[in-house]
């Protein structure tokens, strides 16, 4: 960043000059939710869809100016007065997870396109681009400030997302749970960072840090408290558990593009401000929440993963449920890496971008699989995917390799390579007894992951019908939702194939 020189020698400038490239993916993002919102007010009903493919295409412009950005080392709003301090970094980290949230919102928007047909298409694609563009700015961001309008901009618009479909009690019911315990989240954290704001007296994360190493005794207890009620809002957006009670209702009650969205993008956005406030703002606290962290971990993992055991193939939406279950079980072993950082050193935050890589590319396509069984199985039971093969193998056979990698088995190498990736970080942090703990748990995943997988591949039992049986005619899979399955395999195959392409990421400091 260059700031602009001062009329009188030797003043600095309060005029900054803007990088307009390093803040290019938001910027794009929220531009094409505007002309999106706007063109819906002159395009016909019959031109609808055209909205979409504009969403899509805003989407990989924004993610195009990912690559001249790939050297790390570009930041803008910076103080003048001299610390260095600047609000928004696109360092690697940064990029890294922009490339996450912003591939896994066009995955989504794929998954939409040509399925928003009893949804106000103008409104759905603007919400969905707006929190497109806070999921993106928040890894950048680098002062509380900046962290907290970003989690919110790209929390607001997935409240409305999940109550999208009119008229729909479920829908409204999942929306009001999951703003209700948004909000209480959001108000204790504001509550921690007013706490961390007056103990420090800066926002920006670097001279916090800074500053938190040498509190005076008088204020010890307000700076602790305001870590801790800090990381609270965070953990809500992970579902870590005991912040994990809205996920299953939430996700059953939303457009099954937006149960997917929240999955990856929604938890990539709690996990990078998590990451960015406990590695870079609050080091010096690490005795407070490494133990915290590395608990949320334990219980986070195993409260997922005993409750998708509990859920039964004959209920509705059960694969729906599953799959959100899962989703807080991966959480914990999410965590482990950023409770061991407070151990080790900070390469451990690579081991957390590293496995969310993985679980987003599979996550993804397991929610686009159960979108194209959706079609014919409203009801998305387990028992809906009995004998998918018979009529739909090449669907089937994906399904089973997410599935697979989900639970870190072969031919699914990449999810098994990302567990050994934490494990071997909580390890290495001296936290054995956690390393147990995840050690557990992905066996008794297993189960449940291996019973699906076998459930795909076996005859349905007689006088019930096939999982996805063929669609009648003038009812043809979207060419859209066939992409994102393709794409989201092709991904899994390529880093199963060469796992170094994202693995690599823990083994480097990405800040």
């Not at 939710?33 to 009903?45: K, P, Q, R």
């Not at 809500?236 to 558990?241: G, M, P, R, S, W």
């Not at 457009?255 to 703002?281: C, E, H, N, Q």
């Not at 072969?410 to 147990?436: E, Q």
């Amino acid at each position: 960043m260059t700031v602009a020189a001062d009329s009188a020698p030797g003043a600095a400038s309060l005029v900054q000059s803007v990088d307009w490239l390093a803040i290019a993916p938001p910027v794009i993002a929220a531009s094409v939710a505007l002309i999106v919102l706007v063109a819906d007010l002159f395009v016909g009903e019959r031109h609808k869809p055209l909205l979409g493919y504009g969403a899509v295409a805003g989407l990989v412009a924004a993610l195009a100016t990912l690559v001249p950005l790939r050297a790390g080392d570009r930041s803008t709003f910076c103080l003048t007065d001299g610390s260095q301090a600047c609000s928004y970094t696109a360092d690697h980290f940064a990029l890294v997870i922009q490339a996450l949230v912003l591939g896994g919102a066009l995955l989504t928007a794929l998954l939409s396109v040509g399925d928003t047909r009893k949804l106000p298409a103008g409104e759905f694609w603007f919400l969905l681009l707006a929190s497109a563009a806070g999921a993106a700015l928040l890894p950048a961001a680098r002062d509380l400030a900046t962290l907290v309008v970003a989690l919110e901009v790209a929390s607001l618009p997935a409240f409305a997302l999940v109550g999208i479909k009119r008229g729909d009690r479920r829908s409204s019911e999942a929306a009001l749970k999951f703003f209700l315990s948004s909000v209480v989240a959001t108000a204790v954290m504001l509550l921690g960072v007013s706490f961390v704001y007056a103990t420090t007296g800066t926002m920006h994360l670097t001279e916090i840090a800074a500053r938190l190493d040498d509190v005076p005794g008088r204020f010890s207890t307000l700076a602790e408290a305001g870590v801790v009620l800090t990381l609270v809002g965070f953990a809500f957006k992970t579902a870590a558990a005991p912040f994990h009670f809205w996920v299953p209702d939430t996700y059953v009650g939303a457009p099954l593009p937006i149960a997917a969205y929240l999955s990856v993008v929604g938890k990539a956005v709690g996990f990078s401000g998590l990451v960015l406030v406990t590695v870079i703002g609050f080091p010096s606290y690490a005795d407070v929440w490494g133990p915290a962290l590395a608990v949320l971990a334990a219980l986070t993992m195993t409260v997922g993963n005993a409750a998708a055991l509990r859920q039964t193939a004959t209920r509705a939406r059960s694969a729906v449920r599953l799959l959100a279950w899962s989703s807080v079980g991966q959480a914990g072993y999410l965590l482990v890496p950023i409770a061991a950082a407070a151990y080790s050193s900070d390469e451990q935050i690579g081991s957390t971008v590293a496995y969310a890589l993985m679980y987003a590319v599979v996550n993804l396509g397991a929610f686009a699989v159960a979108a194209l069984v959706a079609r014919t199985h409203p009801g998305n039971r387990l028992s809906d995917y009995r004998g998918l093969y018979a009529t739909r193998p090449l669907a089937a056979l994906a399904m089973g390799f997410f599935l697979l990698c989900l639970a870190g088995l072969p031919p699914g190498v990449i999810g098994l390579f990302a567990k050994v990736t934490v494990f071997s970080a909580a390890v290495d942090a001296g936290l054995g007894w956690l390393a147990v703990v995840m050690a557990v748990n992905v066996v008794i995943a297993l189960y449940y992951y291996l019973r699906w997988t076998a459930a795909l591949f076996t005859a349905p039992e007689a006088g019930t019908e096939p999982g996805a049986a063929p669609q009648a005619p003038g009812h043809r899979v979207p060419a859209p939702l066939t992409l994102a399955i393709v794409l989201t395999a092709v991904a899994g195959i390529t880093l199963s194939g060469a796992p170094q392409l994202i693995l690599r990421f823990a083994a480097v400091s990405l800040f």
